[in-house]
T-cell receptor
Framework: LAKTTQPISMDSYEGQEVNITCSHN???????ITWYQQFPSQGPRFIIQ???TKVTNEVASLFIPADRKSSTLSLPRVSLSDTAVYYC??????????FGKGTKLSVIP | DTEVTQTPKHLVMGMTNKKSLKCEQH?????MYWYKQKAKKPPELMFV???????INESVPSRFSPECPNSSLLNLHLHALQPEDSALYLC?????????????FGPGTRLTVL
């Protein structure tokens, strides 16, 4: 089974940039890396996906080094509403449906 | 419409009851999923439907019975559940069953088994 390792929790003050790193040592050549966000009592929500180097969208950036054994989700200038659990997943082909344990981000005013 | 809806939002049932969870999407997605999520744990995949056919069953007990009546609807029939089955049940959909396809999740049904 695809396996990821993330910090269990992180704290950040409002307005700071937050970087959450995920390790995925057994990633395969054709696997993509995806991040989801989940608020309490809601379903996860897609944030960003990438294969290599850097991907940026309106809410986050994803940095993937050349060996692709890790990835870093970067959230610029977090606010209280970014308090949530963040999951990284990887996979390709048929499906990538194995969630890691997730990182609980707490944003402090 | 980029929404997945689930009903009911909350469900309390006894161990001898039969109930059903419902999920609906109108995004034209051909893959639909059921997940189970216990408190403070990540979602765990239960079933995957692709083009209305069950393609993945992750060794889920037979007291959970999925059904996909058409491409927009997904049901989960529940019978003779145990208290440990109490959890948040999430439905999701995507364009196809692929690791590169974004999954859209519903808000879930909070199930309590007494």
């Amino acid at each position: 089974l695809a396996k990821t390792t993330q910090p269990i929790s992180m704290d950040s003050y409002e307005g700071q940039e937050v970087n959450i790193t995920c390790s995925h040592n057994n990633i395969a050549t054709n696997d993509y890396i995806t991040w989801y966000q989940q608020f309490p009592s809601q379903g996860p929500r897609f944030i960003i996906q990438g294969y290599k180097t850097k991907v940026t969208n309106e809410v986050a950036s994803l940095f993937i080094p050349a060996d692709r054994k890790s990835s870093t989700l970067s959230l610029p200038r977090v606010s209280l509403s970014d308090t949530a659990v963040y999951y990284c997943l990887f996979g390709a082909g048929s499906y990538q449906l194995t969630f890691g344990k997730g990182t609980k981000l707490s944003v402090i005013p | 419409d980029t929404e997945v809806t689930q009903t009911p939002k909350h469900l309390v049932m006894g161990m001898t009851n039969k109930k059903s969870l419902k999920c609906e999407q109108h995004m034209g997605h051909r893959a639909m999923y059921w997940y189970k999520q216990k408190a403070k744990k990540p979602p765990e995949l239960m079933f995957v439907y692709s083009y209305e056919k069950l393609s993945i069953n992750e060794s889920v007990p037979s007291r959970f019975s999925p059904e996909c009546p058409n491409s927009s609807l997904l049901n989960l029939h529940l019978h003779a559940l145990q208290p440990e089955d109490s959890a948040l049940y999430l439905c999701a959909s995507s364009q196809a069953v692929s690791g590169t396809n974004e999954q859209f999740f519903g808000p879930g049904t909070r199930l309590t088994v007494l």
